[in-house]
């Protein structure tokens, strides 16, 4: 009999609460929003408004800003790490975690080598550096300063090719609250005034994903990281965790002592922005997404936020401004009952007072995703 069948099975709901507790979202935390930033590993942050949301439903007493300030004070920033895609990071984080994923950035390159045909990279890197370090320059301005030397080459690719290779991050006032503008980059480096970290080992990023997003499997961290082999390193750090299996008999790591609540613990509803983190970060959704909705919060290339009632995905929403109102409509997937729909309505109504910058506020349940 193997280790893994012998092992402890945790439930879907079990699973499901051990996640929300984690992720600040059974009960909204005091952690000040810079905490929360480096408790959850960074919020993913495609778009500007995303990290504010994710943080408004799980932090007591937060104000948009609380982000803004120290975005625009440097301690936090905005740079593509995990998956590729933009995320607010600690400056801390940023100097580290962007080292830890620069093979997969490496990797993604390879997917644009014809276009990079000729194109030396270690100096294109160089004349990226130089140009971002001595002004902020947006994507297109070094597009064209990098065809300026590679005319044959791909347009798309130089500029990808300059983001893989450097640690770019967006400047402000891009990211903050109200007052975001174009996208404007530089190297971390210059912007926080310090060097990137050597590249870490990465026992100590695990044991921080495991304690944002546990109980889970070598999948799920790698499906975060966008990162591969990462089996030795849970091996290596075996006699350091607990084992458990899900349903289905996958192998499960957690911290010791981290929260594991009971299944039948309240989850109370919850407004999460589009791509949360919650949402993205295992190999296996199932703990938050049921297989019925699976892919029922995105259309195309449109995303949606979403929203949570018992700890799940049961719907999506979003919020629209004019001078005068702000409306935030939910499209429930189910039928709520009276009980549920008043404690979302109550979500939605302190969503609005924290993030709705009209006068007047609403809440409607109507159409959402477009058909």
């Known amino acids: 009999m193997t280790k893994t069948s012998t092992a402890p099975v945790l439930s879907v709901r079990e699973l499901n609460r051990a996640t929300l507790d984690r992720q600040l979202l059974l009960r909204r935390s005091a952690l000040s929003a810079t905490d929360a930033v480096s408790h959850l590993v960074g919020l993913q942050a495609q778009n500007v408004k995303p990290p504010y949301y994710a943080l408004a439903a799980r932090l007591d007493g937060f104000a948009p800003e609380d982000l803004s300030a120290p975005m625009a004070a440097r301690e936090v920033v905005r740079i593509v790490t995990m998956r590729s895609t933009i995320h607010t990071h600690t400056a801390d984080d940023c100097l580290t975690l962007r080292p830890l994923v620069q093979a997969a950035r490496d990797r993604e390159l390879h997917a644009f080598r014809a276009g990079l045909a000729g ?4 100096r294109l890197a160089s004349i ?8 902020p320059r947006t994507m297109k301005q070094l597009r064209e300063a990098l065809l300026a030397e590679w005319p044959d080459a791909d347009p798309q690719a130089l500029s990808i090719a300059a983001r893989c290779r450097l640690p770019l991050v967006q400047v402000t006032p891009r990211g903050l609250w109200g007052r975001s503008g174009q996208v404007a980059l530089t190297t971390a480096e210059h912007w926080l005034g310090r060097p990137a970290e050597p590249v870490p080992a990465p026992d100590a990023t695990v044991l921080r994903y495991l304690a944002a997003f546990g109980p889970a499997s070598v999948k799920d961290m790698q499906t975060w990281a966008g990162l591969t082999r990462l089996r030795e390193v849970f091996e290596r750090l075996r006699p350091r965790l607990a084992t458990f299996r899900d349903e289905s008999g996958v192998e499960l790591f957690d911290l010791p002592d981290a929260p594991r609540p009971d299944a039948d613990t309240p989850a109370p509803p919850r407004l999460l922005p589009e791509f949360d983190n ?6 296996d959704r199932s703990r ?4 019925d909705y699976k892919g029922r919060t995105w259309q195309g290339n449109q995303a949606y936020c979403t929203l949570l009632v018992d700890g799940f995905v049961e719907g999506v929403w979003r919020l629209e401004e004019t001078r005068d109102e702000a409306v935030i409509t939910i499209e429930p997937f189910g039928r709520l009952s009276r009980g549920a729909r008043a404690e979302v309505v109550a979500e939605a109504e302190r969503t609005l007072a924290v993030l709705g910058g009209a006068p007047s506020h609403d809440v409607r349940f109507g159409t959402v995703v477009r058909g």
């Open 278 to 283: 919650l949402l993205l970060s295992h190999a």
């Open 119 to 122: 194109v030396d990279l270690d």
């Open 288 to 291: 938050v997404v049921s297989p």
């Open 128 to 135: 990226s550096r130089e140009l971002v370090e001595a002004e």
